[in-house]
């Protein structure tokens, strides 16, 4: 089969967001088994949304429809998240955002019936159980293939951006793992995961797709775990760095800033696309997951060392000046999360007030429930 | 049995004394239950109460046998602490949210009675108030046996999450029920008019013992910053003083360890209380309970008795069944999952002796008791086969990889 990826065309910066949430048993904050209960009941009562099995039992994905703008975005999301919490009530679950659970223990998560879910936990084995992490993802319209690659490249140099931004995963198996973001690491457990092949434009990533193609390692675009990857079939960029955050607002912030910085990128399509740009591409990966918005990352270009927070901080005034359309509220959003501190820190402040993550859990399940300006730390 | 009796009477003439006889017993139950479950692979549960039973037959063939002291009021201690842990588990405020899991408690329950009721009095002409009694018992279904699969295999999700909601609210309803019938029937046989209003104040009363339970012990926590062990023989203390204050007061223990349990759940903002897992006391209290109860069971009954308890046996799983499965879209499941609920409600143990014992005690109820205890019987080896069935066909087991 040489059957070419056919990229389709979509409007030019248009967004679409999925967030993978957790179903979380109220009695111990650990993670249930609902997914499969919640997504049924909810799309009974509501056809219309979008609301997804995810790999294993104890997740669910929602995703928005395609929208122009933050207020479009937000209003999908907290639609969205209002329908699923007012199902799991029925069900007496609990749902949240966060990147990773902090305690669940993976040998205990099920496989959801499903064919591309059998196939994945046949071929990863006992990865696709651990890959019950919770990642935003967020789509980019874009007009054509060359402009996707080129905004894939575009993007790469802010992904640690991105994920200080979102970081929400400081704990794992009832650690603190010193990570902002721990999710992250267990996605690289995964052969294709990373960043995408340096190609210039379609055409080279059509040839290195057929080439993988022919080898048998893949079968469609589902099947890499790249941190950016093109989306021909929606006609996007997507971008699945983040972590889910702690609230439906936040996410929509993120990817109101996505959408800013693509247009950015996509406003300087004359500069040419130079693979140096990956030189310190995984150093400030790490410096993002590792510390978040105190990381220190390179940049690719001066080589000068800059504090992730400072780096964005400029980037979003960058946007303010450059990319009109971007919504105030959004920019403003991120700046308070530069101010306060992520929602790793967020997390970590919780637990101490707390004192268990079983009770760190309930305070999760509360704060997705809000929206982000009734919400005080 | 004359070669049991002279082997009991030469081994106590040495060192077997009665005490010492039943802990063998037991010690023996033990051993065929876990070797029945590494070779059969049938559930524990199932495996210790089979074991008791045979202990009870034990005492049933042997005179020398039958002089061991039986630990009765231990079994019910054991219930106690067990209920308490079922209440702990229970979430009410589920109800408020979604009502029509109130609704389904209550038809599954009145479907049972119901079920029970037509076939004893139009298929086996029993008498109508034996029969009323039995379909009280049977309304009942054991949270205890739930709980103890449920976590037997790690199970998660809502098939035994509601079968634990489910099978709390019908123990209330029969054991309110059957105070309600005792008074009645009592009254009609007796003229004590004031036992009419027994059930208020049975309910009244254990809901005022658990909460005074449940502030005792969330001030012996606080002075004391009980964990482990320590809160374990805590919480067993406060049962036992709810086991003896109880029925002096003429309230129901079982009641008051449930509320008891309700009010921890209900009141433990900081979970310390609900994070408590009570380990190895836990699973001892829980294997020394189902020895207890399968030795707990008479072993008589004629071959009518069997085949009338089969019959009942049958069709109260099969309302349970119906009632769930029917209710299940307004209460938010798909029906299929909904008639696994109804399937992991099959069984009835010590709560259900307990109310069938109390019908031995009256004049003109032992048929109704000896029906009650049989069905009870089979129930007790069967039900945790099918609720193990249903949790693990709702792959609800994180035991073992699905």
Not at chain 1, 137 to 157: K, M, T, Y
Not at chain 1, 294 to 304: F, K, Y
Not at chain 2, 325 to 342: I, K
């Amino acid at each position: 089969m040489n059957e070419l990826l056919e990229f389709h065309p979509s409007e030019r910066l248009t967004l679409g967001v999925e967030l993978e949430l957790q179903l979380i048993d109220h009695r111990d904050g650990d993670l249930t088994r609902a997914a499969s209960d919640l997504v049924a009941i909810t799309q009974t009562r509501h056809p219309r949304m979008d609301i997804k099995l995810e790999i294993t039992e104890s997740m669910i994905e929602i995703a928005t429809g395609i929208q122009r703008d933050y207020a479009g975005v937000l209003s999908d999301l907290r639609a969205l998240r209002d329908a699923v919490c007012e199902s799991a009530k029925l069900l007496n679950v609990g749902v949240c955002g966060g990147g990773a659970h902090p305690f669940q223990s993976w040998t205990e998560r099920h496989i959801v019936e499903a064919p591309r879910m059998n196939y994945i936990s046949d071929l990863y084995g006992y990865l696709a159980k651990q890959f019950t992490v919770f990642g935003q993802h967020v789509h980019v319209g874009c007009p054509d293939g060359d402009a996707a690659i080129r905004l894939v490249h575009g993007l790469s140099r802010y992904i640690p951006h991105f994920i200080a931004l979102a970081a929400s995963s400081p704990f794992l198996r009832g650690i603190d793992t010193a990570y902002d973001c721990s999710r992250m690491n267990t996605v690289a457990a995964f052969p294709l995961s990373g960043r995408m092949p340096f190609v210039h434009d379609w055409e080279q990533f059509n040839a290195y797709f057929e080439k993988m193609r022919s080898t048998g390692i893949v079968q469609s675009m589902k099947d890499f775990y790249w941190d950016i990857r093109p989306k021909p079939e929606y006609g996007t960029v997507e971008v699945r760095v983040f972590d889910t955050p702690l609230s439906v607002d936040r996410a929509a912030a993120l990817a109101s800033y996505v959408q800013g910085v693509a247009r950015l990128v996509l406003e300087h399509a004359d500069s040419a696309i130079d693979e140096d740009a990956y030189l310190v591409y995984s150093f400030n990966r790490f410096q993002a997951c590792r510390f978040g918005l105190r990381g220190e990352i390179v940049d690719p270009q001066t080589r000068a060392r800059v504090r992730l927070d400072q780096d964005i901080r400029t980037m979003v005034e960058s946007i303010r000046a450059n990319a009109p359309g971007i919504a105030e509220p959004a920019l403003m959003g991120l700046e308070q999360c530069l101010d306060r501190g992520n929602d790793s820190s967020w997390l970590r402040a919780e637990l101490a007030r707390v004192g268990s993550l079983g009770m760190l859990m309930r305070a999760s399940t509360q704060r997705f429930l809000q929206n982000e300006e009734s919400f005080s730390r | 049995m004359p070669e049991i009796d002279r082997l009991m009477e030469g081994l106590e003439s040495g060192l077997i004394n009665p005490f010492s006889m039943t802990v063998l017993l037991f010690l023996a139950a033990l051993l065929s239950a876990e070797v029945t479950v590494r070779v059969a692979r049938v559930p524990r549960i199932v495996s210790l109460v089979v074991a008791g039973a045979a202990i009870g037959w034990l005492r049933s063939v042997s005179a020398t046998a039958s002089l061991m002291p039986l630990p009765r009021s231990l079994l019910e201690v054991l219930a106690l602490v067990l209920i308490f842990e079922v209440g702990q588990r229970v979430p009410l405020s589920w109800l408020r949210r979604n009502p029509w899991l109130l609704v389904t408690s209550l038809a599954e329950s009145a479907l049972t009675f119901a079920g029970v009721l037509s076939i004893l009095v139009l298929t086996f002409r029993i008498p109508m108030v034996q029969s009323v009694f039995v379909g009280v018992i049977c309304m009942a279904s054991s949270p205890i046996v739930v709980m103890c699969v449920s976590k037997d295999l790690a199970a998660r999700g809502q098939i035994a999450e509601r079968a634990l909601l489910l099978s709390t609210l019908s123990s209330v309803y029969a054991v309110l029920g059957m105070q309600f019938l005792l008074s009645g029937y009592l009254a009609a046989n007796h003229a004590e008019l004031e036992g009419a209003v027994q059930p208020l104040v049975q309910l009244l009363g254990s809901f005022v013992l658990g909460i005074l339970a449940a502030g005792v012990l969330r001030l012996y926590v606080f002075l004391t910053d009980a964990r482990g062990a320590v809160l374990t023989i805590g919480i067993v203390c406060f049962c036992l003083l709810l086991y003896a204050a109880a029925p002096p007061l003429g309230i129901s223990p079982v009641l008051s360890s449930l509320f008891f349990g309700l009010m921890i759940r209900a009141t433990d903002r900081t979970h310390r209380l609900l994070a408590h897992q009570t380990s190895e006391a836990g699973v001892m209290l829980s294997v020394g309970y189902f020895v207890l109860l399968g030795a707990s069971f008479r072993w008589m009954g004629t071959a009518m008795t069997v085949v009338i308890a089969m019959a009942i046996s049958v069709l109260r799983i099969g309302a349970k069944v119906l009632a769930n499965s029917l209710l299940a879209r307004p209460a938010a499941l798909q029906p299929g999952r909904g008639a696994l609920v109804g399937l992991a409600l099959a069984p009835l143990s010590s709560l259900a002796l307990i109310l069938a014992a109390s019908l031995s005690q009256h004049a003109g109820l032992e048929q109704a008791s000896d029906l009650a205890s049989m069905v009870i019987l089979m129930m007790a080896v069967s039900g945790p086969l099918l609720t193990e069935w249903a949790l693990r066909r709702a792959k609800e087991s994180t035991r073992q990889s699905e």
